[in-house]
């Protein structure tokens, strides 16, 4: 079985603060992790993924992203943060052997003060 | 760039109606998916097909049908529409193993 777990429901920070949102996976495997984005009104955008390799992934609008192993995580980060990132993130895994199906966690709704 | 089109936008029906919902992409890729995302909430995962003719079923694929006929197309019928199914139902498509995948705008589904 996997899962994905998004503790924070809510997160709030003024302009210009370095954001983190917190995701952590249970797989018995090698997990493929992703970060997706979901604007106001809108579909889900991708972020950015982990396959294997590097463990800080960049992705698109400056996030980026730490695989850590050791705990099960999947953080995403980006400094500064701005008000247009406002919205609710999602992180998901896809377990190995190709399976195609992603877990996604509960998200984690951004909010940025100006 | 390609494209993924659902219809309708918002679909209204009653408790116990079949309801069918579509979805078309220009993408050419291999996979398509359906997912529910109820209000504040995640999406879970309907059905998926890795290819034409292809299905297999998610988490939640209870109480729902799919079909794929087609490369480009992927159809979702909720089989009898109840109350507690009204959410915004997603259609992705992707390549095949460890790709993003891209999102509809979405089917919203009201059940009276």
């Known amino acids: 079985a996997q899962s994905v777990d998004q503790p924070d429901a809510h997160v709030t920070l003024s302009e210009g603060a370095s954001l983190e949102l917190r995701c952590s996976y249970s797989?018995?495997?090698?997990?493929?992790l992703f970060w997706y984005v979901q604007y106001p009104g809108q579909s889900l955008q991708f972020l950015l993924k982990?396959?294997?390799?590097?463990?800080v992934v960049k992705g698109t609008k400056g996030f980026e992203a730490e695989f850590r192993k050791s705990n099960s995580s999947f953080n995403l980060k980006k400094s500064p943060a701005h008000w247009s990132d406002s919205a609710k993130y999602f992180c998901a895994l896809e377990g190995t052997g190709g399976n195609n199906k992603l877990t996604f966690g509960q998200g984690t709704v951004l909010s940025v003060i100006p | 760039g390609g494209i993924i089109t659902q219809t309708p936008k918002f679909l209204i029906g009653q408790e116990g109606q079949k309801l069918t919902l579509k979805c078309q992409q220009n993408?050419?890729?291999?996979?398509m998916y359906w997912y529910r995302q109820d209000s504040g909430k995640g999406l879970r995962l309907i059905y998926y097909s890795i290819t034409e003719n292809d299905l297999q079923k998610g988490d939640l694929s209870e109480g729902y049908d799919a079909s794929r006929e087609k490369k480009s197309s992927f159809s979702l019928t909720v089989t009898s529409a109840q109350k507690n199914e009204m959410a915004v139902f997603l259609c992705?498509?992707?390549?095949?193993?460890?790709?993003?995948?891209?999102f509809g705008p979405g089917t919203r589904l009201t059940v009276l």
């Open positions: 992705a498509s992707s390549w095949l193993f460890y790709a993003e995948q891209f």
């Open positions: 993408f050419n890729h291999d996979t």
């Open positions: 982990y396959i294997t390799g590097d463990t």
């Open positions: 797989y018995s495997a090698a997990p493929y």
